[in-house]
């Protein structure tokens, strides 16, 4: 069965650098969406993506964050300048987006530890 | 804006048995869907469940099945037979149906035990 995948599965950087995360959708879908879980809490949207722009993004999708789907496979989430509270757990999801009870595969996550 | 509310952090049950995790939502629209979401400690999210909104027969799927209530705003999970590897955080999550925001709400999810 096709799969979200996500890349790295942890990622430790330092506040104020630059970090990129992964994801490789499942193939044939056609929305892209980012969602964060800051630890011990809920999992929140970030940002959807369609058709080669941002479809819809939270309060949380600031000038710091981007996302680019830079080939026909990855779609990538990047942090411009990371702070403290960027430490989360990040999820990626894709969905069909043909069908009307649209369900989001999510991706096993990538735990990002800002020090 | 909707909201999704988790009463239960925490539940156990015994294997074997049923439990049934609660989730009330918020929402003026009419036309929307449902889902109930497990997370493993692998921490990989994985669709339990779903109900359409116009529908008002409950979705099953084989041990799980919920009640969905709409005029109450309600939509619980109950777990039959419970077994070992039922043990995870369980989400309630919130979505129009298409044609509006495609955003997830999620609840603050409920840990389920499953005890031997």
């Known amino acids: 069965e096709p799969e979200v995948t996500q890349t790295p599965s942890h990622q430790v950087t330092q506040m104020g650098q630059e970090v990129i995360l992964r994801c490789v959708p499942i193939s044939n879908h056609l929305y892209f969406y980012w969602y964060r879980q800051i630890l011990g809490q809920k999992v929140e949207f970030l940002v959807s993506?369609?058709?080669?722009?941002?479809?819809?993004k939270s309060e949380i999708f600031d000038d710091q964050f981007s996302v680019e789907r830079p080939d026909g496979s990855n779609f990538t989430l990047k942090i411009r300048s990371t702070k403290l509270e960027d430490s989360a757990m990040y999820f990626c999801a894709s969905s069909d987006g043909r069908e009307r009870t649209d369900t989001q595969y999510f991706g096993p996550g990538t735990r990002l530890t800002v020090l | 804006a909707q909201t999704v509310t988790q009463s239960q952090p925490e539940m156990s049950v015994q294997e074997a048995e049923t439990v049934t995790l609660s989730c009330t939502y918020d929402t003026s629209e009419s036309d929307y869907y449902l889902f109930w979401y497990k997370q493993p400690p692998s921490r990989q999210m994985i669709l339990v469940i779903r109900q359409e909104a116009y529908k008002q027969q409950n979705a099953t799927e084989n041990r799980f099945s919920v009640n969905f209530q709409k005029a109450a705003k309600s939509f619980s999970l109950k777990i039959s037979d419970s077994q070992l590897g039922d043990a995870a955080m369980y989400f309630c999550a919130y979505r129009l149906a298409q044609g509006g925001s495609e955003k997830l709400v999620f609840g603050k999810g409920t840990k389920l035990t499953v005890n031997p």
């Open positions: 993506f369609y058709n080669n722009e941002i479809s819809e």
